[in-house]
């Protein structure tokens, strides 16, 4: 159960990036960890709001990672404030 909704939550997440945000995911979602291509000056913004992720495949790829407490209003707030910056 934890595992089938940390799943589901990087799906969200990864469709909340591409409609809102217009960030290009870079790999199919498969489990809980999405792969999204993030400018590196928004990168640094979104780590200034306190916003914690890896540049994973630097210096524009980004892995961002939901868990079994992962909640859909976090996902709506991030993706929000990647929209602002953006």
Same mark, same amino acid.
């Given at each position: 159960a934890n595992a089938k909704h940390a799943n589901q939550?990087?799906?969200? $997440?990864?469709e909340a990036l591409t409609t809102k945000a217009g960030a290009e995911i870079m790999y199919p979602v498969e489990a809980n960890a999405v792969f999204a291509r993030i400018p590196e000056n928004v990168q640094e913004a979104m780590r200034a709001r306190g916003w914690s992720f890896y540049t994973? $495949? /630097? /210096? $524009?790829g980004c892995r961002l990672m939901c868990a079994w407490d992962t909640e859909e209003a976090t996902i709506e707030a991030f993706t929000a404030d990647l929209a602002e910056i953006a």
């Open positions: 939550m990087a799906l969200r $997440l990864a994973f $495949l /630097p /210096p $524009l």
